[in-house]
Nanobody
């Protein structure tokens, strides 16, 4: 069973920084793409950032310029560095991976989520 385990969430003051980690139970090369999503109370889950196996990245307008997604293949871990955090960044952050399936498909894998709270 493939698992994604997030960590790094917590309480941070406005303007602060956090680095979220997502450890995969198998090689990152098993995934076509990895990403981070978030869901605030009463709102739908939304995309934060994605990175493909080729290294192409994508960011939501709300976090572009403040966040960086990256992969450490040696640790099978995806990171989301978030800076200049705002109260509106408060949400549960979920790691997602598009796992390769035979012969040519993918299926989504989700982590359990990690809470990020931005408050003074």
């Amino acid at each position: 069973q493939v698992q994604l385990v997030e960590s790094g969430g917590g309480l941070v003051q406005p303007g602060g920084s956090l680095r979220l980690s997502c450890a995969a139970s198998r090689s990152i090369s098993s995934f076509a793409a990895m990403g981070w999503y978030r869901q605030a109370p009463g709102k739908q889950r939304e995309l934060v950032s994605t990175i493909t196996s080729g290294g192409s990245t994508n960011y939501a307008d709300s976090v572009r310029g403040r966040s960086t997604i990256s992969i450490d293949n040696t640790k099978s871990t995806v990171y989301l560095q978030m800076n200049s955090l705002k109260p509106e960044d408060t949400a549960v952050y979920y790691c997602n991976g598009d796992l390769h399936t035979l012969p040519f498909g993918t299926r989504p894998i989700w982590g359990q989520g990690t809470q990020v709270t931005v408050s003074s």
